[in-house]
């Protein structure tokens, strides 16, 4: 009984420890590309010109960073980067699960046709309707404006989506129970089912900030004056002609820079995160 | 509490009130919007003035317009850079009606905005400042003139060029007795020179970036249609590429290609710093890397350094026309009905002060767009500007009609390489270009 036990234990053990140090190359493999990034932005552009090896040897420096922070727009850039991703999440989180609600609760005539067309969204992409939004953008004069970068991103139909499933994987016993207490609609959306969702809204919050965070494109052509770059468009715009060799250091030290907000934000929601992508790909 | 608050607000618009009656505040100020590529160097040429201490692109731009501003205290150059080359960017500007007054442009783009009504002529404005058209070199002047009109303020030409480390061509016997080294005349001669330097040397006679680019392999073939006096773009909506010149420029970089004439799988990154380290016997490279590769010869210890470093013109290698295909960076002037005279005014004083500094810009190493400055002392002193003048007259662009010319050249790029790395057959790839060159000129 006992040496049973104990080579189930060994075996398991075994296991673990294979798939631990599974775990522990898979890591290092993903974190090299990182580490390389760092030990670049630490090394002065001269030097790795002439060698990038040279990242394994001293001296170091943190001139790079210094470079950036002179450059006087950078902070605006970031400004203008947490106010279009907070305007987007935020905006997203309340128009998606408005729409979900109504969706999985509501009955009104074309109800499902409109969900379809919704979902058709998803199979459009962007540049399909760039031109078209850039001329009417245009037209609007929201080019230039912190509602011209924040307004494309709001039709979000996979937000949409995923908040009606979730609202419609909620018991609808608890919709009527409140109803026997006289509850409004609007009452039972925002304190009974709205609470429910917060998984939901945690993964698609994090996902609408991370995607217009990175987000490019569009900023680039519709963010054209300086003052509304936002943090991708304006750490590009720094690099010079050649930048892959001449400021090599530099553009690195940019990389770590604009990527510090998010490495920050996934240490605070890491919990979500994780629950985040593990959720999506049970569900 | 609320008597500080009213205090404040009323002093507040007091401050207002002043700084809109006032004329040194306000009034008297133009503002014109500055749109260019060649990144940004705040942190060591932000607040620069003094030119002649800055160096490299990006300083010197960045001083040069730092020290208009300075002399123009009635004018505001207020400048947004923009990723290189901007097109995307600046073609979105002029869709939403908001483009910057002055914009860096390549001759070779000039077309797609020219061809369009989005530029102003500038005739008369550089008349009114003193910049007469015959003052510019030759390849400035045509590669600005469109339609019998100047349509930008040509700033410079710049090329590939051949980047030898001398060390290496000693070591393969590749060098006269006056130190210089000796270049091909012929397509045999240019392959039995890269065998003889790789047997000699045990390293690849060129060191070329053929990994994720174009632009490399399409003014390569540029410049040896020039040199075959192939007229591929008689009509410049109409390319034709399916011809024995091009089919020769093909089979040649293949036969580098294939018999390890050439580094491979290298960026542009990794290829400069294969030359750097001595890896291979000529770079090519373009005119922008002179500087750096001249101050890399200067430093004790490096590659270049044991042996010497020179720069050249791509070798005359068939029996045609002297040329090599040329490119520029211009100024140009966007079109809008909204501009004030002053405004247009103080647009004609920044073109006027490029003008007179095109030395400054040539340091970069790029050659001067204006004739004086080329001929000048000044610039014949710096660091190998003899033996790259003649580019002033080997220079040529492709017609200035053609539009989408980056286009085209990534479709060159990528037809070319994947018939020299082998992935298609030599005649497959020409037809090829050529059809997607054509479908595209076709639907402009």
């Given at each position: 009984m006992s040496n049973v036990r104990s080579t189930s234990i060994m075996g398991r053990e075994f296991g673990d420890r294979v798939v631990l140090a599974l775990v522990i190359i898979f890591a290092l493999i993903m974190l090299a590309p990182v580490l390389w990034v760092i030990g670049l932005s630490l090394k002065a552009n001269a030097e790795l010109m002439a060698d990038t090896n040279s990242v394994f040897r001293t001296p170091y420096t943190v001139m790079n960073y210094f470079n950036i922070l002179a450059n006087s727009s950078v902070f605006r850039w970031i400004l203008n980067s947490l106010i279009v991703s907070t305007g987007l999440t935020i905006g997203t989180l309340v128009l998606c699960s408005l729409a979900g609600y109504g969706f999985a609760r509501l009955n009104f005539p074309g109800r499902d046709i409109l969900f379809v067309v919704v979902l058709l969204g998803l199979a459009v992409p962007e540049q399909a309707v760039l031109i078209a939004r850039h001329q009417i953008f245009g037209i609007l004069k929201l080019h230039n404006t912190y509602q011209g970068l924040i307004l494309p991103g709001l039709s979000a139909p996979f937000g949409v989506f995923l908040m009606t499933q979730y609202f419609r994987a909620i018991p609808k016993e608890l919709d009527e129970a409140a109803l026997l207490d006289n509850a409004s609609r609007f009452k039972i959306f925002w304190k009974v089912l709205l609470p429910l969702t917060v998984p939901a809204q945690a993964t698609l919050g994090i996902f609408t900030f991370l995607w217009s965070w990175n987000d490019y494109f569009w900023p680039l052509i519709s963010g054209t004056k300086n003052t509304m770059f936002t943090l991708t468009v304006g750490m590009a715009s720094t690099q010079t002609n050649f930048a892959q060799s001449e400021g090599l250091g530099f553009l690195m030290a940019q990389a770590i820079f604009a990527g510090a907000p998010i490495l920050v934000l996934y240490l605070f929601f890491q919990k979500y995160i994780v629950t985040a992508v593990s959720g999506a790909a049970v569900r | 509490m609320t008597r500080h608050f009213r205090s404040w607000i009323m002093a507040a618009a007091s401050v207002a009130a002043m700084a809109s009656a006032s004329p040194a505040f306000a009034q008297d100020v133009t503002e014109i919007s500055v749109q260019r590529f060649f990144g940004a160097c705040d942190a060591d040429?932000?607040?620069?003035?003094?030119?002649?201490k800055a160096v490299g692109e990006c300083g010197i731009i960045t001083s040069l317009i730092n020290k208009f501003n300075a002399d123009n205290p009635d004018i505001k150059a207020t400048v947004t850079t923009v990723e290189w080359p901007g097109y995307d960017q600046l073609t979105a500007q002029f869709a939403a009606g908001d483009p910057p007054d002055i914009v860096t442009v390549h001759e070779s783009a000039l077309s797609d905005y020219q061809s369009k009504g989005l530029l102003l002529p500038l005739d008369e404005l550089l008349a009114t400042v003193g910049i007469?058209?015959?003052?510019?070199t030759d390849a400035g002047r045509g590669g600005v003139t469109k339609e019998d009109k100047i349509y930008a303020l040509p700033i410079d030409s710049w090329t590939m060029l051949y980047h030898i480390n001398l060390g290496l061509f000693k070591q393969a016997g590749?060098?006269?007795?006056?130190?210089t080294p000796i270049l091909p005349t012929s397509v045999d001669e240019l392959l039995a020179q890269a065998e003889q330097f790789k047997q000699k040397t045990g390293k690849p006679y060129f060191v070329q970036?053929?990994?994720?680019?174009t632009a490399l392999f399409t003014r390569n073939l540029y410049t040896y249609l020039f040199q075959q006096d192939?007229?591929?773009?008689?009509?410049p909506t109409k390319v034709k590429l399916n011809t024995p010149e091009a089919k020769k420029v093909f089979e040649l970089y293949k036969a580098i290609f294939d018999k390890d004439y050439t580094t491979k799988n290298m960026d542009y990154g990794a290829a400069i710093q294969a030359f750097l380290a001595g890896e291979g016997g000529v770079q090519l490279n373009g005119t922008w890397v002179v500087g750096d590769y001249n101050a890399s010869a200067a430093t004790a210890g490096t590659a270049l350094n044991s042996g010497g470093y020179a720069v050249y013109p791509y070798?005359?290698?068939?029996?045609?026309?002297?040329a090599q295909y040329a490119d520029g960076h211009t100024w140009a002037v966007s079109n809008k009905d909204d501009r004030t005279p002053e405004q247009l005014a103080a647009i004609g004083k920044f073109l006027k002060f490029f003008a007179d500094n095109d030395f400054e810009w040539s340091r970069t190493g790029h050659l001067p767009a204006f004739k004086a400055v080329l001929d000048s002392d000044a610039f014949k002193a710096l660091p190998h500007r003899d033996t790259l003048a003649p580019i002033a007259t080997l220079g040529t662009p492709l017609p200035s009609a053609v539009q989408r010319q980056f286009a085209i050249q990534d479709i060159i790029g990528e037809e070319m390489g994947a018939a020299v790395t082998g992935q298609k057959e030599v005649d497959a790839a020409l037809t090829d270009a050529e059809s997607r060159i054509n479908e595209l000129l076709a639907n402009l």
């Open positions: - | 040429f932000g607040t620069n003035t003094d030119v002649s007469s058209p015959d003052s510019f590749l060098l006269n007795a006056d130190g970036n053929l990994a994720n680019e192939s007229d591929f773009f008689a009509d070798p005359q290698l068939f029996g045609g026309k002297k």
